[in-house]
């Protein structure tokens, strides 16, 4: 039997007095609750942001390239940079649920099902720039080797932008896969809550009709195993193959065998700050503290702060190769870029991504929510300078100094960018409404080991069997029950009896709550509530699935609405705030 | 056709379902299913469940995409239309490898991945549209349910399943035709 044993000095992932249903509920208010005006006011911005870019994408497609900036010398500045940035956004979802996964370590559970939703949303929009910069968007098939009309003429495998094309198409479709696959038993737990037909249908659809039967979860954790081992080496294919791109050119600063490397360890920075960035937001809208604590927050500080640091390393290098190299074209560059005309975009790229991760070694900073969240905003902006600093500083002063020029965006690079920056939160956003936004199945697995309740209930000496019980869900009930039909009682009796279960109110030492304020209860119900006698939060908190029957049969409306809303969990969190 | 008659006994704690499984196994009955709301550690040996060869299935898939990757290669950059590309000729696959490493790398991913988790999919039965089959929808929220067939035995089976600990037992006639 598993022992669910864990070193007392680990802290509880899971915070909070939470059962197995508490996880289920707090996975699916999000998703089963209606949005709020933040909600809805972030969702129009984004929106607004998204139409503008598809306005920008169309100008460029009908009109062609020459509206953007790009010149004869800089001849390829924001439309690679906001694709490299993209893509190493989307390197820390991968990262987070493969190589955590194969170390063990069990805080990514809380975040890996929103990093991987980042991951595949990132990557869309890095895939949207090279096919926008074909021009003819509609021939983009021509990148696949397919046999055509033109004889045998081939794509040619030995360009790094054709493995590109291979790269990030294979880590998009596997990366999608994987997650689709984790998120089975949780769209399985929403269809199996859902009440509205529609909900119903489409969770069944989506959740492929999971069962969880005790083969498809042993099939299920040896397939999440093996594509942790494959999606590993992929992640880091992938930036690698990216580099490429700059490091097989001949272009002094480009030309440089660091690269890999390099923009690996860039690509899980900027990837660790975005999910932090998004994290720290979701975690207060869709309430879950509990589950994204500020110890994982810490703990994706502590990568930034080293990969941060690698980062660091990689620039001083570079730097020194240029010197060491004595290639008087490889030292203009790095020279060019430091104290050049582009000096201020260096600048902004070492301060932000070398020095600001460097406070994360303090630890009140580091678990600090409002200064975690201000660094990784301060790292996405550093890391697309990194980006523009290698892409435009390397190419604007080229070995013909009558050509030397500089980079102005028009209109409509900032356009599709910013478009970019609006689709991806459209996305994120649709995705934090209806998709479990925490990998619920996973958690309830480490619940007993890293939860804050069970913890405690091991650290008392008592034994963790039997206490997965919750009195909401199911009573204990003797089998004889169910099969003997149910004496009749009349509807006084079941007054008495739901009144003996949550306790009587005494007006005289007692005052009524507002029980409007759990959601659920309306004007009506409560009403229906005060005359059956119960007026106070800590009487409907002690509701249990009993008392949730006895009440149904009393109103005889809205059967199921007090379990399914959890009034009794609203109730507790009203008498503890 | 032939109804069959099961036993669903449910249970509301992991621990108290894994020790019902030893019992019920020790009792020499043969547990059809068990539907849990996570992954149990351990339940599939308890239950004596063969382990799975998916992980074998995805090392055979990935030769597949290997060879694939070859194969291409050699007929698309060598054998088809050689070309000399910065003064590399491509007149041998040898020589040229190197530049296809990271395809073939790619598609050995690919391949592996993909048609491992169809295998999943298919040996599991779970697809779009696919209707639900676990028979208590509180089985994917925080109950356990174990499926036993009976035969002539209800009383004495419900006896012991009900000396493990479950909190609900209930006979269901299962219609042979309904799958």
């Known amino acids: 039997m598993a022992s669910h044993y864990e070193a007392p000095i680990r802290r509880p ?57 790009l010149n004869k010398t800089v001849n390829w500045a924001w439309d690679i940079t906001n694709f490299v940035w993209w893509v190493g956004i989307g390197h820390a979802g991968t990262l987070i649920s493969a190589v955590l996964l194969l170390f063990r370590q069990k805080w990514r559970m809380a975040i890996n099902r929103s990093a991987e939703a980042m991951t595949i949303f990132a990557v869309f929009q890095a895939g949207l720039f090279p096919i926008i910069h074909m021009g003819r968007p509609w021939l983009a098939y021509w990148v696949l080797p397919i046999p055509n009309q033109f004889g045998s003429l081939w794509v040619n495998f030995n360009s790094p932008l054709l493995w590109d094309v291979f790269a990030i198409s294979t880590y998009l479709s596997v990366s999608l896969v994987f997650w689709w696959t984790g998120l089975l038993p949780d769209f399985a737990m929403l269809r199996d809550r859902a009440v509205r037909p529609f909900q119903k249908k ?76 998004l994290l720290i937001i979701m975690r207060k809208v869709c309430n879950l503290e509990d589950y994204i604590t500020v110890q994982h927050i810490e703990l994706m500080n502590i990568v930034i702060m080293l990969t941060g640091s690698i980062v660091g390393v990689a620039y001083i290098t570079e730097l020194f190769i240029a010197w060491y190299s004595g290639v008087e ?92 920056i609006g689709f991806f939160f459209v996305l994120f956003l649709l995705y934090a409404r209806t998709f479990p936004v925490i990998a619920q199945a996973e958690i309830k697995t480490i619940l007993k080991s890293s939860g804050e309740r069970y913890k405690r209930i091991r650290e008392s000496g008592e034994t963790l069997s039997g206490t997965g019980a919750d009195s909401r869900t199911s009573n204990f009930k003797i089998p004889e029950e169910t099969t003997a039909s149910k004496p009749l009682q009349d509807n006084t009796e079941k007054l008495g009896n739901l009144l003996e279960g949550v306790g009587r109110f005494d007006a005289s030492i ?68 | 056709m032939e109804a069959s008659k099961v036993i669903h006994a449910i249970y509301t704690d992991d621990d108290i379902l894994m020790s019902a499984v030893k019992t019920v196994k020790a009792e020499r ?49 060598i054998q088809d239309w050689p070309q000399d590309i910065g003064g590399k000729p491509s007149f041998s696959f040898l020589e040229n490898m190197p530049a296809f490493v990271p395809i073939m790398f790619e598609l050995t991913v690919f391949f592996s ?31 356990f349910l174990m499926e036993i067939a009976v035969h002539n035995n209800e009383e004495s089976l419900t006896n012991l399943l009900k000396d493990t600990g479950a909190v609900e037992i209930n006979i269901v006639n299962k219609d042979e035709d309904a799958h």
């Open chain 1, 510 to 577: 007692q005052t009524a709550d507002d029980l409007k304020v759990i959601s659920g209860i309306g004007p009506k119900m409560e009403d229906v509530l005060n005359n059956i006698g119960i007026f106070t939060y800590a009487q409907v908190s002690k509701m249990t699935k009993r008392e949730y029957d006895l009440l149904d049969e009393i109103t005889g409306s809205f059967p199921g609405r007090a379990e399914r809303d959890d009034w009794s969990g609203q109730a507790k969190n009203l008498i503890n705030n």
């Open chain 2, 113 to 143: 991945a993909h048609l491992m988790v169809i295998t999943f999919y298919m040996r599991s039965k779970i697809w779009p549209f696919k209707k639900a089959e676990n028979p208590d929808p509180r089985t994917t929220d925080d109950h």
């Open chain 2, 29 to 77: 009955y043969h547990i059809e299913e068990i539907y849990t709301p996570f992954p149990v550690h351990g339940l599939d040996k308890a239950m004596g469940l063969a382990p799975t060869r998916l992980a074998i299935t995805a090392f055979l898939y990935g030769a597949v995409g290997l060879a694939v990757a070859t194969v291409m290669m050699n007929y698309i950059m």
């Open chain 1, 202 to 277: 489409i969770y069944s659809l989506v959740s492929f009709g999971w069962s969880g039967r005790a083969k498809d979860w042993q099939r299920f954790e040896e397939v999440s195993l093996v594509l942790a081992g494959l999606a590993t080496p992929l992640v880091l294919s992938v930036h690698t193959i990216v580099s490429f791109d700059f490091a097989t050119s001949i272009v002094p600063g480009w030309h440089t065998t660091i690269f890999p490397p390099y923009f690996v360890a860039g690509a899980i920075f900027s990837g660790f700050a975005m999910v932090n960035t």
């Open chain 1, 329 to 420: 074209y490889e030292q203009f560059a790095f020279l060019n870029r430091a104290t050049g005309p582009y000096w201020w975009a260096y600048w902004c790229m070492m301060s932000f991504n070398v020095f600001s991760p460097q406070f994360m070694w303090f630890k009140k900073l580091r678990t600090s929510i409002m200064f975690s969240f201000f660094i990784s905003i301060v790292v996405n902006i550093g890391m697309w300078f990194e980006r523009f600093v290698i892409i435009v500083t390397s190419l604007h002063r080229d070995y013909l100094p009558s050509s030397w020029t500089m980079f102005s965006p028009t209109f409509v690079d900032i356009g599709i960018f910013i478009g970019t």
């Open chain 1, 13 to 69: 992932l899971v915070t909070g007095e939470k059962s197995y249903h508490d996880v289920t509920v707090d996975v699916a208010r999000p998703v089963e609750g209606k949005a709020n005006r933040a909600w809805w006011i972030v969702f129009s911005i984004a929106l607004v942001a998204f139409l503008w870019g598809i306005g920008c994408i169309i100008y460029t497609v009908s009109t062609g390239i020459g509206v953007w900036g």
